[in-house]
């Protein structure tokens, strides 16, 4: 059972979840929602995974979910975040640098898969924390190109999640799970 795959996720709009079964579709693994996590026995697992979305510059989650598994010996970790904003070089890194120490990026792989914003599915406290939000941008004065564009971005739901962006994390899990 050395190379089993556990794939653990925290999805509270859905976009997670979305990619959790793109996944699930092409390699063999266990799904299990983080809050069910004890009723899976993790000792028989060589990867564990885990996926959320991004709140707020944080991975949701992570910290718990951190806790769990950082300290069991042999296991490889994969940690993949889903958010609103793109694919970019800057943004990845911040996310890891926000979200990971040095030691911790030692020994878990990360990946990001851009998703989107859906006001329909949030929560009435994280619907009013957007609203604050992008109110607060719309009326900023000099705003930068990164404002004036994340501004634009979350005033209205949508979806740019795509099966192609999980190619880099299914190509690695090939790779160390033979
Ligand atoms: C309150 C709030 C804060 C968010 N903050 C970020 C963020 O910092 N960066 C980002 O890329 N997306 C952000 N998003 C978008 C979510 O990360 C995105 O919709 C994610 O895929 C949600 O995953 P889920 O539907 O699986 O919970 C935020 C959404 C909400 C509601």
Not at 31 to 42: E, G, H, S, T
Request: proline share 2%.
């Amino acid at each position: 059972m050395g190379n089993s795959i556990l794939l653990v996720y925290k999805s509270k709009t859905g976009f997670t979840k979305k990619y959790v079964d793109w996944i699930d579709e092409v390699i063999s693994c266990q799904k299990v929602p983080f809050d069910q996590i004890n009723n899976v026995d993790i000792n028989n697992y060589g990867i564990i995974i885990y996926g959320a979305g991004m709140h707020a510059g944080r991975i949701q989650g992570l910290k718990e979910f951190k806790n769990k598994v950082l300290n069991l010996a042999g296991k490889k970790i994969v940690v993949f975040a889903t958010g609103g904003a793109p694919y970019t070089e800057e943004i990845i890194s911040t996310i890891k640098t926000d979200n990971f120490s040095a030691n911790e990026l030692n020994k878990i792989s990360f990946f990001y898969f851009q998703s989107g914003i859906n006001y329909d599915k949030m929560r009435f406290l994280d619907k009013t924390i957007m609203k604050t939000y992008n109110r607060i941008l719309e009326f900023k004065n000099d705003k930068s190109d990164i404002e004036d564009g994340t501004n634009k971005a979350i005033s209205r739901t949508y979806d740019h999640s795509s099966r192609e962006n999980i190619k880099p994390m299914i190509d690695y899990l090939n790779k160390i799970s033979n």
